[in-house]
């Protein structure tokens, strides 16, 4: 079946890094965009990076941009979040999304992970 497993949340001070992994099973992972989403508590889910299928195409949220960078390793079927400069803003529960839109939609997600920011 399909899994989406992330790792790698933690405390972390103000100006700290953090590497978040999501390791995917049950599907073709390098046909899918792989996706972190974040969600902060009373706040919605919200798009944090993407990164295309192949050549490695990406974005970012306007928040994030410089700070963070997403990448892949096909060959492992996981996606990566490196997250430096973190600011207290960036509390979430992170989220690994894998997205298809052809032949036929398909949308998984992880259970989440926390990151909490804090001195």
């Known amino acids: 079946q399909v899994q989406l497993v992330e790792s790698g949340g933690d405390l972390v001070q103000p100006g700290g890094s953090l590497r978040l992994s999501c390791a995917a099973s049950?599907?073709?992972?390098?046909?899918?965009?792989m996706n972190w989403y974040r969600q902060a508590p009373g706040k919605e889910r919200e798009l944090v990076a993407g990164?295309?299928?192949?050549?490695?195409?990406?974005n970012y949220a306007d928040a994030v941009k410089g700070r963070f960078t997403i990448s892949r390793d096909n060959a492992k079927s996981t996606v990566y979040l490196q997250m430096n400069s973190l600011k207290p803003e960036d509390t979430a529960v992170y989220y690994c999304?894998?997205?298809?839109?052809?032949?036929?939609?398909?949308?998984?997600w992880g259970q989440g992970t926390q990151v909490t920011v804090s001195s």
């Open positions: 990164i295309r299928a192949y050549g490695g195409i990406t």
């Open positions: 999304n894998a997205y298809r839109g052809v032949p036929v939609t398909r949308d998984y």
């Open positions: 049950g599907f073709t992972f390098n046909t899918y965009v």
